[in-house]
């Protein structure tokens, strides 16, 4: 993502005070439309076999209204921690088809390898969008222009002459 979030190596963060390194930022993730930088912080705890990532953080953004479609600006903010396990991948992890058991739904590092704060709050800003977005509780969506003068454009469109006349005759 962004060079600002620098990724950070596991082995070395055992190596960091309290073995927890505390990123702040006022910076735009890459991959992220905001009007405003991401501004926040991220901690990353290594505790053994898994880290613990928590972060606040809030930006403002356009969406896109799902019933008028006009855009409107909206802040998102998120406050949340996460474990991440840290094992070795398994050659079985690559295979085509497995099954995986509820408990096995966990996002897992290599011991050995990095960790990417802005990816990882990137992937938390989005999940923090709202999934129905709206500009207004009471917005009544697009309101169609045949539903005032359907007659008057029936007869200026001729593409809706067929239907007009299908119609009619249905009312005869």
């Not at 926040?40 to 019933?67: D, M, P, Y």
């Not at 398994?90 to 509820?102: K, M, N, R, S, T």
């Not at 960790?115 to 509780?137: S, T």
Request: net charge negative; charged share 25%; glycine share 4%.
């Amino acid at each position: 993502m962004q060079r600002a979030m620098p990724r950070i190596y596991i082995p070395h963060l055992m190596k960091d005070p309290g073995k927890t390194r505390t990123i702040e930022f006022n910076d735009y993730l890459r991959d992220l439309e905001t009007l405003t930088p991401v501004k926040g912080r991220v901690q990353v705890q290594h505790r053994g076999n898994f880290l613990e990532v928590s972060a606040q953080a809030e930006t403002i953004t356009t969406l896109t209204c799902h019933r008028c479609l006009q855009n409107y600006n909206t802040r998102i903010e998120v406050d949340t921690s996460e474990f991440i396990w840290l094992q070795e991948p398994q050659p079985e992890d690559y295979a085509d088809e497995i099954e995986v058991g509820l408990d096995e739904l966990v996002e897992t590092l290599s011991p050995q390898g990095h960790f990417e704060p802005a990816g990882w709050l990137y992937e938390q800003l989005c999940l923090a969008m709202p999934q129905r977005q709206l500009c207004d509780l009471a917005c009544e969506g697009i309101i169609s222009p045949l539903a005032s003068n359907e007659n008057d454009d029936a007869s200026n469109d001729q593409r809706w002459a067929a239907l007009s006349a299908l119609k009619q005759q249905l009312s005869d």
